[in-house]
């Protein structure tokens, strides 16, 4: 204890807190405690990021599924006084990544060795390609819109990739890391999913009964829909599944991390989102397939037939109970017009778009989709999104870009941690065909994930 005490770093640990208490209670007298704990937040978790730059990528995984996370300066009195700040209105994973962007810059300079750029540069081609057709459409987008299409070029489009892939490309160098990376996802996403255990009691849904996520203390950290809180965890499925199977030495951790990927699975399948069990459905077929091809019994494979064929039997049973309900009628109708609104404007500008971010301003330009429907929707699907916005070029740019990388993931599918990376890969993409997080942290970290696993 004596020595405890006369330690150096006791002594710096009392001084440290004595100064932030004194700090506190200093800016206390001028601002509110909600702006003195973003400010007493975002110093701690600066010096902890460049102390340890990897707790920065578990803190941004962990806070990627919560898309609904949103801080909005304008409700604090202290912050809403701060020039351009004070209109912040953006999830948290948004502002941590832009922190997390921040200590990547200054690890550059005081500890370049723990930052690797040149990893970044895979596929430079497919991604400047990419962004310079965004570029194309944003310079030939209506002038009216000028301000729209610029603050979109930037977020979301330059956002997305910079923000949540580049530092997770950079800062991970390791199997290890990569896998923390995940399971802090992981982790996020079994409070998703007892989120969704809890609605079945306390939530009413409308139609029947199915695992929605709500709002707590005014904070919807999952979504107000079934479908983005299924997008969140299905993406995690397959890593879920793999990550367990690898526990083998210790029985606790296993048994946990089974009832985990069990759990995510199921509150994910009684979501009742289609998208949903399109895309489960697709990570059973992909992965009785890979154990069919890689395994040499031939009872194995033949179960591995059987798998495969009773999952797609089932969702074709669950898409004709599904199909004859009121709220299955209602969301084809929205899709089917938000997909009309698309290619009408495609077909007005089909080589660039008609600028990047337009489409929800179109749609809410739109009269008869206000007197149907309320409220303006962004695309049910990227390829809509694309197409409006980007025209041909982009949409064939960004699939190309997409497309690579599918293929060098594929390209290792022999190795369980590559062919487990792939699935996730395509469970993301397959999701975004029917939903609207295509440039979201929970699609772009994991992304980031994928892309790193490419180096290892």
Known sequence: MPTAVAH????????????IIIAAII?????????????????????????YPEWAIYALAFFAPMSGLAIDF??????????????????FVDLLAVGVLVVCWLLFFIRPDVIDLKRTLKFSGFFAAFYVCVALSAYFADPLF????VKS?????????????????????????????MYAYELACVL?????????????????????????????????????LAESLVAIIPFAWWFAFKQKHDPVLRNTMFF???????????????????????????????????????????????????????????????????????SDETRKDLLGIAVQYFQRSPIVGIGPGMYLPTVDDTTTFHMDYGAAMDAHGVIQKLILELGALG??????????????????????????????????????????????????????????????
């Open 8 to 19: 150096p770093h006791t002594w710096r640990l009392a001084f440290g807190g004595i100064v």
């Open 74 to 91: 304008s409700q604090d009195q202290s912050l809403a006084r701060l020039p351009f700040l004070g209109s912040i209105n953006a999830p």
């Open 260 to 330: 985990f990927a069990g759990l995510i699975s199921f509150v994910s399948l009684i979501t009742f989102s289609r998208a949903a069990w399109i895309v489960m459905t697709m990570q059973a077929v992909l992965f009785f397939w890979w154990h069919s091809r890689y395994s040499s019994s031939r009872h194995a494979k033949e179960i591995d037939a059987r798998a495969i064929a009773i999952a797609l039997t089932v969702l074709a049973i669950f898409f004709l109970i599904i199909q004859s309900t009121v709220v299955a009628d209602t």
């Open 153 to 181: 070029f930037f977020r979301p489009y330059v956002f997305f990739y910079l923000a949540f892939a580049v530092p997770v490309i950079a800062l991970l160098h390791s199997k290890p890391k990569l896998l923390r990376t």
């Open 27 to 51: 800016l206390a007298q001028f601002f509110s405690w909600t702006a003195i704990a973003i400010l007493t937040f975002g110093v701690v978790g600066a010096a902890l990021g460049l102390a």
């Open 192 to 228: 998703g999913a007892l989120m969704g255990i809890v609605s079945l009691f306390t939530e009413h849904s409308v139609g029947f009964m199915r695992a929605i996520p709500f709002s707590v203390f005014g904070f919807a950290p999952f979504g107000t829909n079934q479908n983005v």
């Open 146 to 149: 000028l301000g729209t299409v």
């Open 395 to 456: 949409t064939i740019t960004f699939f190309a870009w997409l497309g690579a990388i599918g293929v060098s993931l594929w390209k290792r599918r022999a190795s369980g941690f590559h062919f487990m990376m792939f699935m996730t890969f395509a469970s993301l993409w397959g999701y975004q065909l029917f939903n609207t997080g295509y440039f979201d942290a929970k699609v772009w970290v994991l992304m980031g994930v994928a892309l790193a696993s490419l180096w290892i």
